[in-house]
């Protein structure tokens, strides 16, 4: 399955037998013993001949011994020494392969094969020998070879090795913690998801299978923390995990929506679980303890192309993930997409990134932060120290992304570095690695990220919404918008079964909270998150009404300016959700209500908190709403709802209300 880490880079070179094409670019041949080799021994050319269509056929092993045979005949044999450096990379003996390169490069007397020193000088690349790669990477371009797309790779590989020299010089503060024994196994881990209370990890583990085509199957593992020590992971079970391969799975903020990658064809596991091409991207909600049936996202988002890796945003209503396609080489290139929900829960046609972000090579694992404004992902196709180097992007107050920002040396290294993702106080990180102290293969790590690295801070809201007259919980929607913009930062809905509900939230701003469900009056609410909120998460239960005649409500998201009667612009927001109420309730009939603190006459109040109502009928009678279905009254002091002698309470008398007077 394609969830697993990448390949190193050499193999971007000798995928579909490009390298072995390549080799013999300079020979014109007319019959397979008078092609132009370095050897004119005729038993070895022969040997050779067969050694090369045995690999062309994949036949490795019989392709070695063929090859070597020819060197037995010809122990000069330049070509037949590099055909067995390529055959040993397919193998995945890079040592072996190294040595056999440099042997053929001493061999080639004529010049005739610069590119066994292209091959070479990146094999030594790919095992973080920067200066001697460098050195090989010159050696080539001075040999002014004619194909000019590995020429723009050396010359692209000699920026990165400068890149990368002044990077190890530099290094970043760097000190992993493996997770433990609880979370890892002798067996790989890696993908990690995070709940944003941190309490809960979801990963992907390779468990063996004789079974499978590949000989491993990949599950999703679920830990919780308990005293902030992880209890032992355990497997998720159906109807998730399936005789096939599930992996790089993304949980919503609330860990109840799960989004995953599969490859499958077949729907044989109930649910949409049929494929579209390729690997899909798959969705199972969770209803109190148990999840739902996978269904496939739809063609929307999955193509016959390869989608995987995604990251669903803490907002609930957009989605990052990595499509890959296949270039000529048959080198398969991600590049991070992303779309988002509608209204009306459809996806938009996916889009990629800006080429800022997303280059001509490889992008993967994706991951944008709670904050919204935060990404982290994988790629070698920016400045880097070889293979895949994790990487930061911001955005801008326009919504673009920032030139992206290497995470540097020794969070990355000359291997593949990916699996990246940071928790929603933006202190620690957390990665898969095959390091030589963990418990078997690739082993989750974490560790505390450096400040320069880190996202916005954010805080997390959670609650219950429930029935106000039978304390029932309630699946409903909700929507968090930021007053000072009225732009939407979250929408998302409780769960059907506990009515419970957590999201991210920037810190340092003040938010709108409005809760809907059909045949309830809908719930407002304000409230500020401090920046030092991301210590104290803001936790709120939530009541509604029934509709009912008589049954009213505080617009706590109506602004005036002190002693006016005036709208202040961000009243819009709670304004529109009014009218979109009033709306998809055709029938009903309410009154406005004013209402004042005791400061001042009682006559003065009377007539403020009137003309109060006014400007709020007159905004709803503007934009749509019958106007015999609004009326206004305004009850100055006479009716308040708490003490006046505080600051706090008579900011509680200030307030619009309306009432249900008719159905």
Not at 519 to 543: D, T
Request: hydrophobic share 35%; aromatic share 12%; glycine share 6%.
């Amino acid at each position: 399955m394609e969830n697993k880490p990448s390949k190193p880079q050499i193999f971007r070179y000798t995928l579909a037998l490009f390298s072995l094409l390549l080799l013999f670019a300079c020979h014109a041949p007319s019959s397979a013993i008078a092609q132009e080799y370095s050897s004119d021994d005729k038993k070895a050319v022969k040997y050779f001949s067969e050694a090369r269509t045995a690999y062309r056929e994949l036949r490795l092993d019989e392709a070695k011994e063929l090859a070597e045979k020819s060197l037995e005949e010809d122990a000069n044999f330049a070509e037949a020494q590099a055909l067995i450096a390529f055959i040993l990379i397919d193998q995945g003996d890079y040592d072996a392969a190294e040595a056999n390169f440099k042997k053929a490069v001493e061999l080639d007397k004529t010049g005739l094969m610069p590119n066994n020193i292209f091959f070479l000088a990146q094999l030594i690349l790919n095992d973080g020998r920067y200066e001697e790669a460098k050195g090989y990477f010159e050696k080539y371009l001075a040999a002014e070879s004619r194909n000019e797309r590995m020429n723009e790779e050396s010359r692209r590989q000699l920026d990165q090795i400068d890149f990368a020299i002044e990077a190890v010089a530099n290094p970043v503060d760097f000190k992993p913690e493996n997770l433990g024994a609880a979370v890892n196994s002798e067996m790989s881990e890696y993908f990690p998801s995070l709940t944003v209370d941190e309490n809960t990890i979801l990963f992907t583990r390779r468990l063996p299978s004789n079974s499978a085509p590949e000989g491993f199957n990949e599950d999703f593992y679920m830990a919780h923390k308990e005293n902030e020590e992880w209890q032992t992971a355990y497997n998720i079970e159906k109807p998730i995990n399936t005789e096939m391969n599930e992996g790089a799975p993304s949980l919503s903020a609330d860990g109840l929506l799960l989004i995953f990658t599969a490859c499958e064809l077949y729907n044989n596991y109930g649910g949409n679980r049929q494929g579209m091409g390729s690997c899909d991207l798959f969705y199972s909600q969770k209803r109190g303890k148990n999840w739902g049936i996978p269904y496939n996202l739809g063609q929307t988002i999955n193509s016959r192309h390869w989608e995987t890796q995604p990251s669903f945003s803490a907002d609930g209503r957009t989605l990052y993930f990595i499509r890959g396609l296949r270039d000529q080489s048959g080198t398969m290139n991600g590049n991070i997409y992303v779309s988002q929900l509608d209204k009306d829960l459809r996806w938009s046609k996916p889009v990629p990134l800006s080429k800022k972000i997303n280059t001509p090579y490889n992008e993967e694992s994706v991951f944008i932060h709670p904050d919204g404004q935060t990404l982290y992902f994988s790629s070698d196709g920016h400045p880097g120290l070889g293979g895949l180097d994790i990487f930061i992007s911001r955005k801008d107050p326009e919504g673009n992304w920032g030139e992206p920002v290497n995470l540097g040396y020794p969070i990355n290294t000359h291997k593949n570095e990916n699996s990246l993702l940071v928790s929603s106080d933006g202190k620690t990180a957390y990665f898969a690695s095959d390091r030589d102290e963990g418990y078997g293969e690739l082993d989750l790590y974490k560790f505390e990220l450096d400040e320069k690295f880190a996202p916005q801070k954010v805080s997390y809201f959670a609650g219950v919404i429930y029935d106000s007259n039978t304390d029932q919980p309630l699946e409903a929607r909700f929507q968090l918008i930021d007053l000072a913009t009225s732009k939407l930062v979250v929408e998302s809905y409780s769960d059907e079964m506990t009515g419970e509900f957590l999201v991210t939230l920037p810190a340092g701003k003040e938010y709108a909270l409005n809760v809907s469900k059909d045949g309830y009056l809908f719930y407002s609410a304000n409230f500020a998150l401090e920046e030092s909120s991301a210590l104290e998460p803001r936790k709120e239960n939530i009541p509604l009404e029934p509709i009912e005649i008589g049954k009213k409500i505080v617009l706590k998201n109506i602004f005036f300016e002190t002693d006016k009667y005036k709208l202040k612009d961000k009243s819009k927001v709670e304004l529109n959700k009014l009218i979109e109420f009033l709306t998809d309730n055709p029938g009903l009939k309410i009154k406005v209500m004013g209402h004042t603190d005791n400061v001042g006459s009682d006559a003065y109040n009377k007539t403020l908190s009137q003309n109060r109502a006014k400007s709020v009928v007159e905004y709803l009678s503007n934009n749509g709403i019958s106007a015999d279905r609004i009326q206004s009254e305004g009850y100055g002091s006479k009716q308040p709802i708490a003490d006046n002698a505080t600051a706090e309470g008579r900011a509680k008398n200030r307030r619009t209300e309306f009432q249900i007077t008719g159905m």
